[in-house]
């Protein structure tokens, strides 16, 4: 089974600063994607970014990168500039690719809370 | 990508009623999912729904508690049965679109 972890429960940053969230994940599967969800006060699940295990480059999408660390099972965000609108919680997800058994469902880590500070 | 609409929003209700929640999706899918996502933690998977056959459910969680429904590739139904109050949670469909999609969430309170 994989397991997802997300090792800090808070964070805070400063508006227009850098934060890095962090992620390790465990699983012996090589067909995989990993993805980084916001989840605002709103509720409503937002997908950030998406990795596919396979790419060795590493993902961005404007502001948001990942450091995607195949061999030590990590996939870490980083935020640049962050805004006041960034304050949200962020999970991080495992889905199982290709067909098959548990292929398709997604593992998700308990969540990092962030606040950005004016 | 697709868009979900989820309905009802929120919703009160009374200990050992049912509650029935519905997301419609803009476009066909194959795949469905209903996850649970308990106040102020993660989110939890309760069943894959597939159009035309029976839902996969996953460990801790049975169809007589939360019956579902896939009619077709665009709609699907969760009904949360016999509610007490353990039940108050977020619930949410989603579908697979190279990133899940999800619905904005339905915030059941069991009182």
């Known amino acids: 089974a994989q397991t997802v972890t997300q090792s800090q429960p808070e964070m805070s940053v400063q508006e227009a600063e850098t934060v890095t969230l962090s992620c390790t994940y465990d699983?012996?599967?090589?067909?995989?994607?990993l993805f980084w969800y916001k989840q605002p006060p709103s509720r409503q699940m937002i997908l950030v970014i998406r990795?596919?295990?396979?790419?060795?480059q590493n993902a961005t999408e404007n502001r948001f990168s990942v450091n995607f660390q195949k061999a030590a099972k990590s996939f870490s965000l980083k935020i640049s500039d962050s805004q006041l609108g960034d304050t949200a919680m962020y999970f991080c997800?495992?889905?199982?690719?290709?067909?098959?058994?548990?292929?398709?469902?997604?593992?998700f880590g308990d969540g990092t809370t962030l606040t950005v500070k004016p | 990508s697709a868009v979900i609409s989820q309905k009802p929003s929120r919703d009160i209700c009374q200990r050992g009623t049912s509650l029935t929640i519905q997301c419609q999706v803009d476009?066909?899918?194959?795949?469905m999912f209903w996850y649970r996502q308990q106040p102020g933690q993660s989110l939890t998977l309760i069943a894959t729904?597939?159009?035309?056959?029976?839902?996969?459910?996953e460990s801790g969680f049975v169809i007589d508690k939360f019956p579902i429904s896939r009619p077709n590739l665009t709609f699907s139904t969760l009904t949360v049965s016999n509610m007490s109050p353990e039940d108050s949670s977020i619930y949410l469909c989603?579908?697979?679109?190279?990133?899940?999609?999800f619905g904005s969430g339905t915030r059941l309170t069991v009182v």
């Open positions: 997800a495992f889905m199982k690719g290709g067909v098959g058994t548990n292929a398709g469902k997604s593992t």
């Open positions: 699983t012996s599967e090589n067909n995989y994607y």
């Open positions: 990795q596919e295990a396979y790419k060795q």
């Open positions: 476009s066909q899918v194959t795949m």
């Open positions: 729904a597939n159009q035309g056959s029976e839902a996969t459910y």
């Open positions: 989603s579908l697979w679109d190279y990133g899940y999609t």
